[in-house]
């Protein structure tokens, strides 16, 4: 069965912190790897990574993927309070059809 | 806003009951997907239709079906339900769903059985 695991559960940092938010995973025909964030509904697209794009940046938020030991990493610089929320890691497996999720890293930050 | 719309966004029902949950996906993606999200679970693969077709299954019980009409819009019919179907469902859309494409995800339907 595939399987995705997110630590830590729970955060809590200081506004300007930098936080690093891990994702390792043990799934069959691997294809992709996604961070998404959620806030309070709907998962918003951050990140995908595939064997032909392991890093990945955008503003204060980078990814990178290891293929060989199997987990991806997020981080966040400067952190702000509406970064606070609940970081979901996804892997694509197969045809990519189906997404198995982590159970998330709910991060908040204060000020 | 991901251009993905479900409706409607919060539901209460009773056990026993059946509920039809709606989704549009994004204009010119053919691919739907479903999700349940609850506290203990997590989020979880239901279904995944492809113009119209179903392509994958997950962990989704007998008790539920879904659909995709030839206007791309999704319905994931819910019967006989009980306590624990209460939970956050979410479709969310794709260009076809393969490798390399991202699924963006719609504001979900909250429903709650009684």
């Known amino acids: 069965e595939d399987k995705v695991v997110q630590s830590p559960l729970s955060l809590v940092v200081h506004e300007g912190d930098t936080v690093t938010l891990n994702c390792s995973y043990e799934v069959t025909n691997f294809r992709s790897l996604l961070w998404y964030k959620q806030e309070k509904k709907a998962p918003t697209f951050l990140f995908m990574l595939t064997s032909s794009g392991i890093e990945k940046k955008s503003g204060r938020l980078s990814s990178i993927l290891d293929k060989k030991e199997l987990f991806s990493i997020l981080n966040i610089t400067a952190t702000q309070t509406g970064d606070s929320a609940v970081y979901l890691c996804a892997v694509g497996t197969g045809t990519a059809s189906k997404l198995t999720f982590g159970t998330g890293t709910r991060l908040q930050v204060t000020l | 806003d991901s251009g993905v719309t479900q409706t409607p966004k919060h539901l209460i029902t009773a056990t026993g009951q059946r509920v039809t949950l709606r989704c549009s996906p994004r204009?010119?993606?053919?691919?739907v997907y479903w999700y349940q999200q609850s506290l203990d679970q997590g989020l979880q693969f239901l279904i995944h239709y492809y113009n119209g077709e179903e392509r994958a299954k997950g962990n989704i019980l007998e008790r539920f079906s879904a659909q995709q009409f030839p206007d791309l819009h999704s319905e994931l019919n819910l019967s006989s339900l009980e306590l624990g179907d209460s939970a956050l469902y979410f479709c969310?859309?794709?260009?076809?769903?393969?490798?390399?494409?991202?699924?963006?995800f719609g504001p979900g339907t909250r429903l709650l059985v009684l």
């Open positions: 969310a859309s794709s260009v076809v769903g393969g490798e390399g494409e991202t699924q963006y």
């Open positions: 204009s010119g993606d053919l691919s």
